[in-house]
C-alpha cells in the first residue's frame, strides 16, 4: 500500500533520500533501532523524538514513512510548522493510518484547538491500536503547551533524545550524502564547506544538492575554487 495522503487535503511531499540508509546515525544508532522496532510489535506503538534544531528529527519521520511503505502499510506525515494551512479538524481522520509522524509538535504550543485535536488523536490511534511517532525540540513540559492532558500523553510513551553531530560526524554524514548521489567529496572539500557554510545539518545538506545540481551542469568536480565561485565565498 502507498503511503496514503491523496484522500486528505494535504500537498506534502517526503523526502525521496530521508531514509534509515541516508541518515549518518552515529552516536544516534540506537535511536534507529528504537524506531525501527516499532513495527516489530506493538508494545512500543508510541516514540517521542527531541533534540535541537539540526540533528535530523525530520529525517527520522520522513525515513519512517517510508519504512513503513516498504512493509505495506499506510502512513503520514504532517509538519505542525506548517498547521496554518489546514483546520485542526483534519487530524480527525488520521486514524485511518497505521503510522502518523507529527513533526514540530511545539509549532501548535498556546493554540487551544490544535493542541485538543493532537490531544483526541492520541487517544483514537491509541484505542485503534496504531503508531504514533512525534518530534519537538524539548521534553513536553517544556514546550509551552497549555493542555495538561496533551502534555501528559506526550509523556506516556519512549522519549528518545537525539544527540548534536560532532564535526567529523558531520563530515561524515556530508560524505555519506554525497556518495548516495553518486558525488564525490573529498576530506578537503567537506573541511572547506563546514568551515565556511552554516553548520547545521539542514543547510549543509542544500548546500551540497546545490553544489551537487551546479556540478552536473557544468560537468566539473567539486573543488575548493569551484565551490568558491558557485556559492560566491
Known sequence: MDIMISQLPLNIQLNDIATFENYYSTDNEAVVIHIKNMFASHNQPFIYLWGQEGVGKTHLLQACCHFAQHLELSACYLPLGDHGQWQPELLDNFDQFDLVCLDDIEQIAAKPTWERACFNLFNQLRAADKRLLISAKHLPQQLGLKLEDLI???????SLRLQPLTDEAKLAALQLRAKNRGLGLSDEVARFLLLRCPRDMQSLFATLEK???ASLAAKRRLTIPFVK???RL
Open 229 to 231: 565561485e558557485i556559492l
Open 152 to 158: 501528559s500523553r506526550l509523556t506516556w510513551g519512549l
Open 211 to 213: 553544489l551537487d545540481q
